[in-house]
C-alpha cells in the first residue's frame, strides 16, 4: 500500500521558521515533492529530493531520508504570503507507472 | 515555461449531464498527462493516468466508464465525467510530465484546476 502523512496544521508568526514532517510508505520510490497550494488553486512546484540530504533554494528547504521514508520542508523568515496548504508528494508506483501520490497536505497559517 | 492550462475554469450542470474538461500543454509536449480530484480540504487523488495515443490507467476505485478519458496528442487530454450527480461535484486538476530527458520531466506541471458543481 502507499502511505504519505503530514501534520493537519501548523501556525507560526511572521519572520519565524517552521519545519513541516512528511513520512512516507510506497511502492516504489522516484523522488519526493513538495507543493505550494492556495485555496482554489493548482498545486506549485517548491522542491524535489531524490538523493538523502538537503536541498536549498532561497527561503525554502527540503530534506530528504530514504532509510527513514522521512522528508521535511523548512520555511524561513515567513511572510503572511506563506500561508497556504504544503503538499508532500512521493513519485511511487501506480496502476499505470510512476504518478505523484499525494499526502493530505498541511495547513500553514502564518500571522502577525 | 511548462505552462499547462484547462478549460473550462468552473461549470455547473444538471444532474445526468456529462461534462468535458480539456487539458493542454501549452509549451511542452506532454508525454504524460495525469488526473486529479480533491473534495474540499482533502488532499489530490489521482484517477488516471494518460499516455499519448493508448488507453488510460485507472485507480483502484474510480470508474472508467464514467470518467473518460482521452490524450488524443502530445498537448492535449480530456476528462469526460459522463451522467454527472452531485457527488461527482469536485475539483479536477491535470497534469502533465514531459519527454525523457526534457528539463521538465522530473516535475509534474499542473493546470489551474476545474470546479464542476453538479445540482
Known amino acids: 500500500g502507499q502511505n504519505i502523512d503530514q501534520p493537519t496544521e501548523m501556525t507560526a508568526t511572521e519572520g519565524a521558521i517552521v519545519q513541516i514532517n512528511c513520512t512516507y510508505q510506497?511502492?516504489?520510490?522516484?523522488?519526493l515533492f513538495w507543493y505550494q497550494q492556495h485555496a482554489g488553486e493548482a498545486p506549485t512546484f517548491l522542491s524535489y529530493?531524490?538523493?538523502?540530504g538537503l536541498e536549498e533554494k532561497g527561503r525554502f528547504s527540503s530534506f530528504l531520508s530514504r532509510s527513514k521514508g522521512y522528508s521535511y520542508l523548512l520555511l524561513k523568515e515567513l511572510q503572511m504570503k506563506d500561508s497556504a496548504s504544503y503538499l508532500c508528494?512521493?513519485?511511487?508506483?501506480?496502476?499505470?507507472?510512476?504518478?505523484?501520490?499525494f499526502g493530505k497536505g498541511t495547513t500553514l497559517s502564518v500571522s502577525s | 515555461g511548462a505552462v499547462v492550462s484547462q478549460h473550462p475554469s468552473w461549470v455547473i450542470c444538471k444532474s445526468g449531464t456529462s461534462v468535458k474538461i480539456e487539458c493542454r500543454s501549452l509549451?511542452?509536449?506532454?508525454?504524460?498527462m495525469f488526473w486529479y480530484r480533491q473534495f474540499p480540504k482533502q488532499s489530490l487523488m489521482l484517477m488516471a493516468t494518460?499516455?499519448?495515443?493508448?488507453?488510460?490507467?485507472?485507480e483502484q476505485g474510480v470508474e472508467k466508464d464514467k470518467f473518460l478519458i482521452n490524450h488524443a496528442s502530445l498537448t492535449l487530454s480530456t476528462l469526460t465525467v459522463t451522467s454527472a450527480h452531485p457527488e461527482d461535484s469536485s475539483f479536477y486538476i491535470c497534469?502533465?510530465?514531459?519527454?525523457?530527458?526534457?528539463?521538465?520531466?522530473?516535475?509534474?506541471?499542473f493546470g489551474p484546476g476545474t470546479r464542476l458543481t453538479v445540482l
Open positions: 497534469s502533465a510530465r514531459g519527454l525523457a530527458g526534457d528539463y521538465s520531466y522530473n516535475e509534474q506541471f
Open positions: 508528494a512521493v513519485r511511487g508506483r501506480n496502476q499505470a507507472g510512476t504518478a505523484l501520490i
Open positions: 494518460s499516455n499519448e495515443g493508448s488507453k488510460a490507467t485507472y
Open positions: 510506497t511502492s516504489g520510490f522516484n523522488g
Open positions: 529530493n531524490v538523493l538523502d
Open positions: 509549451d511542452f509536449q506532454a508525454t504524460t
